[in-house]
């Protein structure tokens, strides 16, 4: 399964983006998609992560209340809505895909397919 995220941009802290994850060449079914991040300078680390079959959602504590995991099953979408952005939350953000377990969704090394990350950034 190929994956292609779309939706970074800049904006100001406050406001909201959705990135969007879409999957091509193959669906989702059966999988774990994640969202993860990197800033420059650090790792990369787990944002959220949704179950396609059954739709459990995980999230870091940084994130929640404040962005949302969602699935289209009719578009092999999966979305991040992010509210409230901060400029800590500045980095590039990648969506990924996998056959994973509960105990290993915030972990990158679970994840198989990769898609090509898009920037957010988010000013003062």
């Known amino acids: 399964v190929q994956l292609q995220a779309c939706g970074g941009g800049l904006v100001q802290a406050g406001d909201s983006l959705r990135l969007s994850c879409a999957a091509s060449?193959?669906?989702?079914?059966?999988?774990?998609v994640g969202w993860f991040r990197q800033a420059p300078g650090k790792e990369r680390e787990f944002v959220a992560a949704i179950r396609w079959s059954g739709g459990n959602m995980y999230y870091t504590d940084s994130v929640k209340g404040r962005f949302a995991i969602s699935k289209d099953s009719s578009k092999n979408t999966v979305y991040l809505q992010m509210n409230s952005l901060k400029p800590e939350d500045t980095a590039v953000y990648y969506c990924?895909?996998?056959?994973?377990?509960?105990?290993?969704?915030?972990?990158?090394?679970?994840?198989?397919?990769w898609g090509q990350g898009t920037l957010v950034t988010v000013s003062s």
């Open positions: 990924a895909a996998g056959r994973v377990i509960a105990s290993t969704a915030s972990r990158p090394e679970a994840y198989h397919y």
């Open positions: 060449r193959g669906t989702f079914s059966g999988y774990t």
